[in-house]
């Protein structure tokens, strides 16, 4: 019913920026909530930003506060996540994904759909 495919990933180097984009087909992102988690060997998903899909609220991890922003393009069904000021400790595999619900949550095991991933390195 709903696929998310990630794309813009790639290898950067500190200070840098990439834009990842998330095209979804099915139901559009301003049917549900959704959002950027990411995934670093060894490490667990965690959750990167999300935004709702009436008011376009917005939420950050603290970590990429005032560095990563959160936007979606209704008319493209196409999330994006522009990440700037790249550091090594933001290499990961970034999964976009949504949830039924309207409500941002940062656990991962809330949302019922995700992309295969994208990989983004940072290099120091």
């Known amino acids: 019913q709903v696929h998310l495919a990630e794309s813009g990933g790639g290898l950067v180097q500190a200070g840098g920026s990439l834009r990842l984009s998330c095209a979804a087909s099915g139901r559009t992102f301003s049917m549900f909530a959704s959002g950027w988690f990411r995934q670093a060997p060894g490490k667990e998903r965690e959750f990167v930003s999300g935004?709702?899909?009436?008011?376009?609220?917005?939420r950050y991890a603290d970590s990429v506060k005032g560095r990563f922003t959160i936007s979606r393009d209704n008319a493209k069904n196409t999330l994006y996540l522009q990440m700037n000021n790249l550091q090594p400790e933001d290499t990961a595999v970034y999964y976009c994904a949504a949830r039924g619900d309207g409500g941002i949550v940062t656990l991962a095991t809330f949302y019922d759909y995700w992309g295969q991933g994208t990989q983004v390195t940072v290099s120091p």
């Open positions: 935004i709702t899909p009436i008011t376009g609220s917005t």
